[in-house]
């Protein structure tokens, strides 16, 4: 930007500014710093909201993962007999095995690191509350350890992302 001109009352022919064409080249200048200004701030808030410090791709794999895991969940729920039993441990599946999904995306628009952690532990939560269902499934004898393999692991390996992401965050500030 060449040197600094000032701004005087319209009309000042000295310092250029009476001269429309200067004018416009001014409020041009004025108009790509302001975008560049707005736009650092963006790219930092963009960077801080998709996954406080990791990489978006990773986040919108495990949102990819959970939203996956809640499907499976499903298909579960409604494979479960239409007794008390398989209506009851239904209804409590389907409500853990669904809000997984959910609480990691509020976790990656949080709004500072404190709210993360903590909606990343209720993710956490809640899939430990699944893998007690897919257990109660298998202890009833709804359904064989076998066909519940696939689902478990999966449950596991969404509990040990969620535990490492959770205490990356927190530092070294102790336990999950």
Known sequence: ????????????????????????????????????IIN??????????LGMGTDYEKSAEIQR???????RVTRVA???????????????????GLAGAPNYAEARA????????HKLRIALKELN???SWLDQI?????????????????NQELCWILAASIKTARGSQGPI
């Open 129 to 131: 509350e699944t893998r």
């Open 40 to 49: 650092l701030k963006l790219d930092w808030r963009l960077q801080w909201v």
């Open 138 to 154: 298998v202890a009833n004898g709804l359904f064989s350890r076998e066909q519940m393999d696939s689902i478990v692991a999966e």
């Open 65 to 71: 993962r959970l939203n996956e895991f809640g499907a």
């Open 1 to 36: 930007m060449g040197g600094t001109t000032v701004l005087h009352r319209a009309g000042n022919r000295k310092s250029g500014i009476g001269n429309p064409k200067i004018w416009d080249l001014e409020i041009g200048r004025f108009l790509h710093l302001k975008a560049e």
């Open 110 to 117: 949080s709004e500072s690191r404190a709210d993360f952690v």
């Open 78 to 96: 409604r494979m479960l007999p239409k007794n008390e039993e398989g209506r009851y441990i239904s209804k409590q599946i389907l409500r853990s």
